[in-house]
Each structure stands twice: as structure tokens, then as C-alpha cells.
């Protein structure tokens, strides 16, 4: 049976415009060019077979259909295409069902459906499918806004003044001042203090090139900034610098560094020297 | 054109100010009115309605709320204000009307339908169309999200309520409705009440 | 509403749709009609213009183009007001407790007690509140503003005189300033009399 004989009807409907090239293009050198990724899925394509075949969805065949459903994905093995699993699938249920439809239902098991049950209920997805795609056109045809009618072009909208009331309590006023004051009281014990030394890089660099400028032996940073890391004003900001520029100095090959694991001991020593 | 009193003119002055529909309650607000004058509002709300009913401007009922709107006999005279909403993909329009129709719905129900797996994008193109929204979780295992429409669905649309969508009660009669049973059984009509069904839970609720 | 014809229809739809007020020639071109109905459209814009007086949406003619606008005496409906409550930071809090107690003061003495700069902002929210007042100026250099409390300050903290702030006993008894303060530490008794002390000029002499 030529799977899409009658196809004019399909290029004139507007619905199916999706599946046109999904059928055969070239019939008259007998080639079919099948394009199986045109279909949503199989009860899609099943869908498309009612309709090329005018089957009434209300009283539909389902063994007509899986016939047909059965043949066009044969068709398209034969022309070695890649088929999704899914129509596989529904290809392998549709042989089961046929078989139970076309064979005497012979079991008494109550659980199990028999063809006729089977056959019915794909009947009613597919004509739910068919439904819920009609909804949706109707819906698209029907009124739109901005398109069928139209909200006020300039509406000058309604503005919400926001107008903020403060709270506060007594305590929270009292708990504030005191606070406020008690502070002030704390930095007026001390007076006048002196700002506080903070080493640069390109001073923490000069250090160090003039310490490690004796030797070439492993020495931790803190044995070379000893001096300066005795002063508690001075050691972290000398620790810091220090650190900065001994990279500084490792990244253009000057020293070379070394911990052993995090935490231990930073080692410096100068490079090229060794050896 | 026929008198109005002080509070329709209000009331009118307001729903033609307001960049959307506007329901009762916010309508009290803004006249700075308690509950006890709702039906009186509504009663001014009506008489606005039936004067407006033959201009080329009526007042509108969606999604149980109210709006100014260009009558739609006139829609070809409009052409010009015309905006090209983007073209749904045939999966998002069937998608659309999936939800429309059978909500609250999950996703897995939605493919249950189409018979295919519903891309991801599918869905996020129509959240973009604010026309749908998750409502909560399905109470089943994996707790999966419900979907359904929103007022801007009934608003862009035009219904007052879902019940208007188009041939709900041949779909209806015809069984089609159902998310499982075959035709010939008894049929939830759609529903996009904001409280959640009996098998719905809250959307926050997914520990577990 | 008064009859209308099919064409004063849609004249009202076409203004009411507008994204902006359209002349004559606009409107004409969109009813497809050529000059000769100008006048005729005129005698639609002026029956629409007399069906919409009293109502709460008027037919304005701007500068010789038309558009529908809310009618001016119900402009005031389309403002809402809404009170959001707000807690004040604490640099203002403390701000606000050192004018109580100290005023009136200035802006430096006020940075000198809190021994920080008080950001113009902060003065700006205490004014707002209205618990503050600039009282007068003080008659040092640079004539700056002094400020005390009001009597929205009394009100709001349910004091009858500002007398009724405790002092420094109470403060300590209260657990909020501990006992060991420097000796000359002390809380002002705070008065806020409505005349200006000796060292204030009022505020409007600012020329020196």
C-alpha cells in the first residue's frame, strides 16, 4: 500500500504545514524521503496516518491504524533511517495489540485488558491529543488582547506615595546615647597616638634583597624579619610586605621559596647561586 | 451621554487610569472604602458596563476583574496598534492548551497526553508568556510541580474565567478532559482557583 | 450613555487605544476618509468631548490634538498614599538622643560627643520625622544651625517635659552607662524652651 498516496490534501492544510516534508517527495522514481523528526512522538504520527488515510477519530480502526503505523515505520527501516526508540516502541505495543485483537481473547485473567480495552484506550488518547491541539487553535483564533482589542494606549497609572513613618522607642533612644557616649569615652583614654608603620612592597623588598644578599642557604622569613617582627607595631604589616614581595621577587627568578606543608615554616633562599 | 454619579465617575476615572485590570478589593482601596460598600460598587461597576455597551470602548470583565477595552468589532480599524505576539511553537500551543484545559497538571501528565517528552524549553517559553504558572506539587512521589494558566492568561485572552475557554463542555462531554480514565467516566472540569487542590502541596514544600 | 454613531465608535476607540494624542489628519487618515470629512470628524470630536463632560474621563483638545485624560478634579484619586513604617538606623538614633540631651546643638558639637562624622543624610531623616527642629543659629564662625527636639519628639516618646529624660543616675541605675566613667563625666539636664539662648541668633539672620 503506497503509505502516502494522497498527500495534496496535507500541502493544503495549514495544520499539518509541519509534516509536509515528512512525505514522500519524490514517489514517481519510487524513492521515499522520510523524515521521521517532523512528528511529535508516535501518537503524532499515528495522528497524521488517521488523517491521510480520512479515518474518523470517533470511530476509528485501531487495527486499520496499526497497520498503517506498522508499515511506514518498515518502510522507513528498510530505508535505513534512524528512527527514535519511542516509535520503536509504540511499533512493538502495536504488533502486541494486533495480535490480541486479530486472536479469540481466550484469557480469564480480570486484570488484564483485553485487545478490545487496549485498542479503546489509545483510541481515546488520540482523540484527546486531537483535541487538546484544536483547543489550541481555537484558542489562537480567538480574541487577543493587542491584537483583537486593546487596553487604554496611555493609561496615566495609579502611583503608590510611599510615605515612611519612623518608630522608635524610649529604650532603643536611651541604649543608643549611652552607647554613643561610652565610646567616645574609650578613645579619649588614648590620646594622640601615633599613625601606624605600614611597610610597603618596595620596602619589604629592599629588606630582603639586602638579607639575602649573604647567603644562599635555606633560611625561614621570619629568622630574616626577626628584627623587625620583634616590633608587635611593626610584625604584621613586615610579615605581609615581606610575603608580597618575596613572590615578587620568586616570580623574576631572584629566590626561590619552599613550605613544606600549610602552615610550617616559609623558606627563602636566594637562586643561582647554589650548585 | 446618561448622568453618572460622583462615585462612577470615580470608579471610571480609575479603571481608565490603571495599567491593568483591577479587581473589587483593589477598586475599595482606592477609594478609600471598607468591605461594607463592595456591592455597591458592583452595582455602579454594572451601570458603567451597560453604558459603555455599544461605544467603542466597553467595560470589560477578566480573570474577576475589571478593564477598559476597545470593543472587538472594531478590532480591523485598530490594525495599526497591532503587537505580533512571537509565534508559539506548535509543542508550546498544544502545551498551552494541555494546561489550559487539564490543569492543575504536571509535566508528566502533559506527556502523557502528547505522547512525547515535553522539552524543557517548551515550558520555559510559555513561563515567559506569564500565561502559565507552577501552583504547587503534586502529592505523589517526586512531589512533581503542578502547572496551570494565570490572570495574565485570561487577561491576554480575554475570559473572565476558564470556564469560558472555548468548547469546554463538548470536551467535557466528550470525556476528553481526563488525565487517564477512557471516555464514559465522570470528568474534573480545569480549575485555576489560587488555593490548591486537595492532592496539591505548596510549591516551598520539596524537602524531603 | 447618549447614542453614538458607528463613526463617533470609533473615533473613541481609536483615541482610547493611542499611545498618543492624535489630530485630525491622524484620525482621518485611520478612518480612511479624505479632507472633506474633517469637519464632520470635528462635529464627532465635540460630541464626544460634550458626552464625556461630567464623567470621570474627559476628551481633551491639547495643542489641536485629542486624547482622553482623567478628569483633573479626580487626579488626587490616582495618587495612593501608603505609610511604610520605618525603623531608624542607629547612627540616628544616637544622633536624635545627643540633640535631646544636649540641645540645642550643632552639627560639629554633635560629631564632637559621638567622636564621628554625622553624614548629612542622617540630620536629613531626623528632620523628616519632624522629632527634630533647627532652632536658631549659634554666634560662632560660620553661624552654624542648632537644632532640639520638638514637641513631635515629646509626643512620640510620651514625655510631658524633655525634663523627663533620665540623668545620669538613672542611666547607670538602668544598667546602661556603667559605673566606672571618668570623673567629669555628665549627662546634661536637657531643656528645650522655645526661646533661643543667649548664644543663638534665629535662624533666618544669616547674613553676618
Known sequence: MDLMADNDEHRNDEDWEGQVECLPKDASDGGFIVDIEGFEGPLDLMLALARTHKLDLTNISILFLAEQ??????????????IAADYLVMAAWLTYLKSRLLLPDDSDDEEQLSGDELAARLAFRLKRLEAMRGAGKILLEGKQLHNDFFPRGQPEGITVLRQSLYEADIYDLLTAYAAGRLRKVVSVVHPGRERRK????????????KIIGFGCDWAPIDALLAGFLADPEQSRTAMAAAFGASLEMAREGVLELRQDSPFNPLYLRRKGDVE | MSSITEQQRQIEALLFAATEPLDLRTLLAYLSLDDEHQEQIEEDLIVLQQQYENRGVQLVNVAGKWAFRTAIDL???????????????RAAL???????????????????????TTSKGTLDVLLETSWIRPRGRRMTPGRPVTYGTSDGFLDHFGFDSI??????????????????????????????????????????ECDE
Open chain 2, 94 to 116: 498544544e502545551t498551552l492548551a494541555i494546561i489550559a484545559y487539564h490543569q492543575p497538571t504536571t509535566r508528566a501528565e502533559i506527556e502523557e497526553i502528547r505522547g512525547v
Open chain 2, 163 to 204: 470556564k469560558e475557554l472555548p468548547g469546554l463542555a463538548e470536551l467535557k462531554g466528550a470525556g476528553l478532559l481526563d488525565s487517564n480514565l477512557p471516555a464514559g467516566f465522570d470528568v474534573p472540569l480545569p480549575h485555576d482557583d489560587m488555593a490548591l487542590q486537595q492532592d496539591e502541596l505548596p510549591l516551598e
Open chain 1, 198 to 209: 605600614v611597610w610597603s612592597i618596595k620596602q619589604a623588598r629592599k629588606q630582603l634583597e
Open chain 1, 69 to 82: 503505523y506498522l508499515s511506514f515505520v518498515e518502510k522507513a527501516r528498510a530505508l535505513r533511517l534512524d
Open chain 2, 75 to 89: 478590532r480591523d480599524l485598530l490594525e495599526r496598534h497591532k503587537v505580533v505576539p512571537r509565534k508559539l511553537s
